[in-house]
């Protein structure tokens, strides 16, 4: 196991699995070679997670190709209680949400990055992939500002 991996591994059962009340985590980096994606799926894979890619998973993704112009962060944030609600593994690795974020402003990326990191008392965890923010940028957002919520790879490329 590579020390990357097992920093993340232990932040992130710290972080969604330990904590009972806010259990969001995010895992960030720059938008390309980061390892973001594959740092995510080593995580799923060796702790039995569930994995969403929210690009290529059928379904919600194609629901909103007619209504993407109209759709909101508060539509997003209840389809994300909606898969923890179905998620049977304790976490949820829910990547490529950049997909959606890129068709948003960047007011409507931080009240969407503001409503998820602090959702309470989800039924499993959730692990955020994105390449929109970084450590910094969501502290404000973090629960009491905890950095642990956020496991940035920017400084580890």
């Not at 232990?10 to 969001?24: D, G, N």
């Not at 985590?25 to 973001?36: C, E, I, N, T």
């Not at 974020?101 to 959702?119: E, F």
């Amino acid at each position: 196991m590579s020390d990357l991996f097992s920093r993340a591994s232990e932040r992130f059962i710290t972080c969604c699995i330990k904590e009972p009340r806010y259990r969001v985590a995010w895992l960030v980096g720059l938008p390309q070679r980061s390892r973001k994606t594959l740092l995510a799926r080593q995580l799923q894979e060796h702790h039995g997670w569930n994995y969403l890619d929210y690009t290529l998973d059928p379904g919600y993704f194609d629901t909103l190709a007619n209504s993407i112009d109209s759709y909101q962060p508060p539509q997003l944030v209840t389809a994300i209680r909606d898969w923890c609600a179905a998620c049977a593994a304790p976490v949820l690795v829910l990547d490529e949400i950049d997909a959606v974020l890129a068709t948003w402003n960047r007011n409507q990326r931080r009240t969407w990055a503001g409503l998820v990191a602090r959702l309470q008392y989800l039924p499993c965890g959730l692990i955020i992939v994105s390449h929109f923010f970084d450590q910094r940028q969501l502290a404000d957002y973090l629960p009491d500002r905890d950095t642990r919520y956020c496991f940035d790879l920017a400084g580890d490329i």
